[in-house]
């Protein structure tokens, strides 16, 4: 079974400055990965996902995320957070060709100081 | 195209009474997961069902119990209820292929037990 780390429970960052949310993962497989955003009494919602291709994948809304399979990593990254990126964020794990299993990180708490 | 719906969204029941969770997924979806959320515990997979056969299940004791219909739509069963039961279900659908493996969620039903 895969395991996801979110080595960060808690990240409390200013607005205006960068933030990294870290999720590093234990498969030596073939993976997708995802990063989910949830806000207060909401579902998850997809933030980005990697299935394949480039390994640096972006958001609509300025999030980043670089898939490093050496370093079994895939980091959230954004330049400049706003008040609004206050949430929980969670990274995902799934393994191709092996059905539709997701394995979750326990989650990074984001709250941007205004 | 409608998200995934998840009724009721919020339940309030007491210790040995059963509660019956519903999930519609995605319009073309057939797989349907289940978790659990509680704070500190993250998202706990429940189990998965795929043309009405639960293809893979987490670790919970058999009070936790599944179907699905044959419109995809799925339904959670808790039997004796116990305090620490309390928690935000969720429901996740996926289209179920290599190129979108992607599971998208409802926003939940939160249940409370007293």
């Known amino acids: 079974a895969q395991s996801v780390t979110q080595l960060d429970s808690q990240v409390p960052v200013f607005e205006e400055a960068p933030v990294e949310l870290r999720c590093n993962y234990s498969?030596?497989?073939?993976?997708?990965l995802f990063w989910y955003v949830q806000y207060p009494n909401q579902g998850l919602q997809l933030l980005l996902k990697?299935?394949?291709?480039?390994?640096l994948v972006e958001s609509i809304n300025g999030f980043e995320a670089e898939f490093n399979k050496s370093q079994t990593s895939f980091h959230l990254r954004k330049p400049s957070v706003h008040i609004s990126d206050t949430a929980e964020y969670f990274c995902?794990?799934?393994?191709?060709?092996?059905?539709?299993?997701?394995?979750f990180g326990t989650g990074t708490s984001l709250t941007v100081i205004p | 195209k409608a998200g995934v719906t998840q009724t009721p969204r919020y339940l309030i029941k007491t210790r040995g009474q059963q509660v019956t969770l519903s999930c519609s997924p995605i319009?073309?979806?057939?797989?349907v997961s289940w978790y659990q959320q509680t704070p500190g515990q993250g998202l706990q997979f429940l189990f998965e069902?795929?043309?009405?056969?639960?293809?893979n299940k987490g670790n919970f004791p058999g009070r936790f119990s599944g179907r699905q219909f044959s419109n995809s739509r799925s339904e959670m069963n808790v039997s004796t209820l116990e305090l620490g039961d309390s928690a935000l279900y969720l429901c996740?659908?996926?289209?179920?292929?290599?190129?979108?493996?992607?599971?998208?969620f409802g926003a939940g039903t939160r249940l409370s037990v007293l």
């Open positions: 069902y795929f043309s009405e056969t639960q293809r």
């Open positions: 996740a659908s996926s289209l179920l292929s290599y190129e979108e493996n992607i599971q998208y």
């Open positions: 995902a794990v799934s393994e191709v060709h092996t059905g539709n299993q997701f394995y």
């Open positions: 498969s030596s497989v073939s993976v997708y």
């Open positions: 319009s073309g979806h057939r797989s």
């Open positions: 990697y299935l394949s291709g480039s390994t």
